[in-house]
């Protein structure tokens, strides 16, 4: 059965229904390994996107106008995190063949808005990773979308491909 994913309130950041069963994500878990909270009592979310991949939920959280960010994955079946990493500028984090692919919607001071994607391995628990910078040519890189959410990371054999998805 496919995990449901709803957002949380008060200390909860998501909550996760798989099979009638109940499972949170808390600010409390993730202040231990993501710095950019790890002093505040309510973090200040800005952007939050969650998708499910068989049983693992991944999502990307940001603050600070995206300068600061994780990218996590939650295990519906141990009920833990197996994997964070580097979540700056990210909207959307996939995976396929055993890695983690984020895309980066990066804006910032200074800095023509523009889209980066890169992988690592799964299972990363730091986030000082270092990552595998996948070449986007120059259309798909300015291609922004209205919305965040609207970015879909794609698979057409191995190769990773940015699509935008159609509103309704």
């Known amino acids: 059965m496919t995990p449901k994913i709803s957002l949380g309130d008060g200390n909860t950041l998501i909550d996760i229904t798989v ?5 949170t994500v808390t600010f409390d878990m993730l202040k231990e390994i993501w710095h950019d909270i790890s002093d ?4 200040y ?11 693992y939920v991944v999502c990307c959280v940001s603050v600070s106008q995206g300068q600061g960010g994780i990218v996590f ?3 519906t079946e141990q009920r833990k995190i197996v994997h964070y990493s580097n979540g700056e500028f990210a909207v959307k984090a996939a995976i396929h063949d055993n890695k983690v692919y ?6 910032c001071w200074g800095v023509t808005a523009h889209l980066e994607l ?6 990363i628990m730091s986030e000082e990773n270092s990552v595998t910078p ?4 120059e259309d798909i890189s300015s291609r922004l979308a209205t919305s965040p959410a609207d970015y ?3 698979f057409d054999d191995s190769t990773p491909v940015i699509k935008l998805q159609k509103r309704k």
Do not use: M
């Open 19 to 23: 099979k009638e069963e109940h499972q």
């Open 40 to 43: 505040c009592e309510s973090p």
């Open 45 to 55: 979310i800005e952007y939050i996107n969650a998708d499910v991949f068989g049983v």
């Open 73 to 75: 994955i939650w295990d």
């Open 102 to 107: 984020v895309l980066r919607e990066v804006s």
């Open 118 to 123: 890169d992988y690592c391995d799964f299972g």
């Open 134 to 137: 996948i070449k986007l040519d």
């Open 152 to 154: 879909i990371i794609d």
